[in-house]
């Protein structure tokens, strides 16, 4: 392990690190545009210029290995006067038009002007090399060319993380600027990344742009919905409303990146009407809105009355790989307690699919961010056979009754309506069902009583990656209506069938599932946080 | 004086092989080729050649830093991407006596161990890549290349290859990316392509020049070569002359010849009865000497550096009385922004908008302040950059605005 001396302090780095990772890893930030974590280095930028002992020059951190002995510093006149150059030449030609810039508050041209620049600026606004604006990259990407400060780090992103080499230089001098080939949009699974890792305004989100100051938004830790690689991300959001979705750096999971579907997902939240009230099927069929006493007292003791007369098997537990870990361990905790056997989640396929990443970045085939969560908790099984199983057994008659959790997908792919129809058979075919959801939906009247849900984003909770990491997303928003978390609702039925039922968050729920489901044993909430724990 | 380079010059169809070898051509290679390797390295070691191309770096000394038994091929690239201000002595070593090259290349490539080398030429010698295709397709039918080198256990293919027009180009490190076919940028450094150059693999990049005085060292053996020259600059060295000369042109001297003895014998003195203001000794890139600073200077590597200039690339351009020097000093630096490569920030900012401050001072429309900006300018390129271009428009600003100051001000008038 090289020691060296940072600013007077004694440093330990990793072999192999250069002086601004070493640094990174110690809290001390040298300034930086091009270094990026996760993307080759490049050392064009030179904000990061450092004095290193014994060298005449000074030399960038990002780009010099840490030696044994050596003696960097980073806060001298020397440097600051050498950084405060580079952040003059990079703002001669930027137009500075912050006010209309999607970027300020999140710049850092202007976090590190108020740190070393605090120049003024000695060229004449006519004298500036103007460059193209407002140019259309896309679905997910806006350009504007002059803001760019030729990082390259978008250019790095398509060359080494997706393969792709979309973007690139064009010109030279300062006339350079970064563009696709002849304006070529991004089509590109991923090219919502570069908007996070442009470090200016350059390069700003189609979806995001002109909505909302940064600096109004309210940041909740999450993990993404979309899919089961479950992508650690950041949500953004301000009064009840998601603005964005952010990618956090998860070295385990998806580095600094989020595919283009994922950062989308949250608008499928927003796509259709709530259900806000529990529903119950009246003798004249028709739904009509109760409190959540009634609807709790109601479906337990219809239930007991089926078991009572078909046999606890003829009670089925269809989970939903959408929800959470604690929402499920309720779910069949309830259900066990009736003596119910019959326990599925699989609307199609996943399980065979679980294995196949649709590709080698982060998209997982299974658009379910809990399906290895649900396993884990005991909820698949060959005996009833996925839906289709569950459909047949109960036109056969041996299935009576269903409590059946539903969230549609937040990632769309084809398939999810034949899903969706299959939901509906089941619900057709089963004499009592208790349905759990978010949204509403025609075909929701089959069943005999509708409770609506928290989605995603709306609770807290942990999700089960598809390679068993458990991770936690936080509450970012207030549900609509009277819905509560699935985790709640069965708390609360569990309570009306006389069991015991003490939880009052979500994380007592976490801490009683950690004593007694042994995959999750041992395992603490903090541990869920970044990175998350990966369990057997 | 010693006539090495330019010794069959001016001889009739000295470019063909059939009058290269009757004038002596390809015995130096064949010495060679009988010698041990590390032997010619270390000849040329002795020798005391440095790098022609600008640097002045020991030619032996960065032949050793190649590593051996890597598993990995070694080139050779030969850097005829001429492209300095000033500077074409290249040009004629390539068009006139390309066998000369050649042979030297050869050398090289036995000594290195290297079996496939390029010659990377501008883009704007088009015609000279034509000429030095037919030498080598010449060099090629005598056996002097091909699979057995003059009948040896030694194989040996050069190709050439044609830049698209990027002074960059001439910087090793982009050179060998443009040879790789990406985007001319300068590499960072280290690793150095000693180890990690041309397919990542250990590179030597030598200058047309460099290469063509090898034949000679091996052929007369170092002593005679160290013999020419000073202490530490030894052998001779072309200048390409133009501005204010009344005999503009390439003239081969030996190192330590006196700068102003050169002007006034080898190409003819100023002319029209006028008088000398100043001269740039080795290419646009190094710093102005003023006349006065002129007397005494030898032109080698050291009493150049001592009188606060370089020898750079033997490009000497010479200016009388009559020059602008703000006008002089803004084509310089249009060269620099127009060739800065846009890779790093200080570079591709700073070279541009000194350029732009220039051009306003020659049109009057300078403010006085403007003359310490380009100062501060200078001040914030100088040794923050990738590769030297930056440093190589900082040396002109920095000199010609502090040794002709009065003149810049006084185009700026009282604005």
Redesign the interface.
Known sequence: MPKFTLNGQEVEAKPGQTIIQAAADHGMEIPHYCYHPDLPID?????C?VEVEKMP??T?AC?TLVNDGMVVRSENERVKE?VR??L???L??HPVDCPVCDQAGECRLQDYYMVYGLHTS??PLG?K?RKRKVIDLGPMVVLDQERC??CSRCIRFFEYVTETGEM??F??????AIGTFEDRPLDNPYSGNVVDICPVGALTSRDFRFKCRVWFLHATDSVCGGCSTGCTVRIDHRDGTIFRLLPRRNVEVNRSWLCDEGRLSFHKLSDGERITRPLVKGRDGVQAPVTWEEAARSIDSRLKEIRDTNGAASILGFASPSATNEALFLFKRYLDGLGATQFDFRLDSEDKKLADEEDQILRHFDKHPNSMGAIKLGLMSEQVGGIEGAINAARAGRLKAGVVIYFKPLVERPGDAEAEGRVLALLDELEYSVLLTSHKADWQDSASVVLPVAAWSEEEGTYTNFEGRVQLAGKAIEVEGNALPVWEVFAMLLHASGAESPWMSAEDVFATMADSVSVFSGITLDQTRLPGVVVG | MTRILLANIDKPEQASIVKYRERGGYKALEKALAMDQAAVIEEVKASGLRGRGGAGFPTGMKWSFVPRNTGKPTYLLCNADESEPGTFKDRILMERDPHMMIEGMAIASYALNCHLAYIYIRGEYEFVANMVQKALDEAYEAKMLGPSVMGKDFALDIFVHLGQG?YICGEETSLIESLEGD?GYPR?KPPFPATHGFLASPTVVNNVETLCALPWIIQNGAAAYAAIGTEKSKGTKLFSVSGHVSKPGVYEVDLGYPLVDFINNEAGGVPNGRKLKAVIPGGSSVPVMTAAECPGVLLDYESLLKAGSMLGSGGMIVLDETTSMPETLSVIADFY??????????C??????AA?ILK?IVAGKGKRSDVD?LLKIA???E????CPLADADVMPIRSFVTKFRSEFEALCGDN
């Open positions: 050392g064009n930028c030179r904000m210029l020059k000074l960038p780009t050498a150059g580079v003059e030449f990079l001669i030609n000695e060229i004298m090399v400060v030729l690139q230089f010109g030279r001098g300062d006339h350079v | 990027a985007r960072i922004a127009h060739e800065s490569c846009g890779q790093c920030t200080p591709r900012e700073g070279t541009g908008w732009k306003n900006l001040d914030m390129m040794g923050k950059t990738i």
